[in-house]
């Protein structure tokens, strides 16, 4: 059975840090770029940043460039998510998922998998 858990969410105030983690399991870890997205209410789906699990390259939006870190433990099949910095404009639930083939992927298909969400909120 495919899963991804995510934990680490809560509510924090503007400034503070919070540090998500995605365990995945049922497929081939080393075959995926896993990442985040996040929706807001009332606003589209924004991928936020992911991780080639086979060479560890990177991608950030510009949103949160500088102020987040994706990182992973391939020998948990697990991945981070480190927030510093949170804003309000930060607020939304955050999905884990995972796409097919290294970090162009990203871009082009949809995930083959997503996790349950988890609610990020930063009070200001």
């Known amino acids: 059975e495919v899963q991804l858990v995510e934990s680490g969410g809560g509510l924090v105030q503007a400034g503070g840090s919070l540090r998500l983690s995605c365990a995945a399991s049922?497929?081939?870890?080393?075959?995926?770029?896993i990442g985040w997205f996040r929706q807001a209410p009332g606003k589209e789906r924004e991928g936020v940043s992911c991780?080639?699990?086979?060479?560890?390259?990177?991608y950030y939006a510009d949103s949160v460039k500088g102020r987040f870190t994706i990182s992973s433990d391939n020998a948990k099949n697990t991945v981070y998510l480190q927030m510093n910095s949170l804003k309000p404009e930060d607020t939304a639930v955050y999905y884990c998922?995972?796409?097919?083939?290294?970090?162009?992927?990203?871009?082009?298909?949809?995930?083959?998998?997503w996790g349950q969400g988890t609610q990020v909120t930063v009070s200001s």
């Open positions: 991780i080639s699990s086979s060479d560890g390259s990177t």
């Open positions: 998922a995972a796409v097919f083939g290294g970090l162009g992927s990203w871009y082009i298909i949809p995930p083959s998998y």
């Open positions: 049922g497929f081939t870890f080393d075959d995926y770029a």
